[in-house]
């Protein structure tokens, strides 16, 4: 397990903040599992309220997004998600079209990342 853990931290995931978080790596692989399970589904929720303009649940989606990889440990996703929540906040639209394209790119990143990691 701790291999396979390793391959998670050489690609930029801090697991020690994530087992702060989730206590051991039992609990972490099971989150993990859940989040990549439900990361799709989340992903074309947040593209469909950005897609339709709905900016209050957007910033919802996001907040959720930067809260589930926070736990992870999974911070460069986790900081682009509180930039989207904030800037949504501050109702700065165009921060957001402007950079929604990296929060999709580093998303797709990551959840390569994940994959790659059960396929292992």
């Known amino acids: 397990m701790e291999n396979k ?4 931290k050489s690609k930029g995931f801090d697991i020690e ?3 702060s978080y989730l206590g051991d790596e039992n609990m972490y692989i099971e989150i993990l599992t859940d989040f990549k399970n439900n ?3 989340q992903m074309n929720e947040i593209k469909e309220k950005f897609e339709g303009k709905d900016w209050p649940n957007y910033v919802i989606l996001v907040h959720a997004l930067k ?5 992870l440990g999974i911070m ?4 682009l ?3 989207h929540e904030m800037k949504g906040k501050e109702n700065d639209i165009d921060y ?3 950079h929604v394209g990296e929060l999709f790119n580093k998303a797709n ?3 390569a990342i994940i994959d790659a990691f059960f396929k292992m």
């Open 5 to 8: 853990l390793e391959f998670l």
């Open 17 to 19: 903040m994530g087992l």
């Open 39 to 41: 990361f799709v589904n």
């Open 67 to 71: 809260s589930n990889c926070k736990t």
């Open 76 to 79: 460069s996703l986790a900081d």
């Open 81 to 83: 998600a509180y930039n």
């Open 96 to 98: 957001i079209n402007q």
């Open 109 to 111: 990143e990551i959840y």
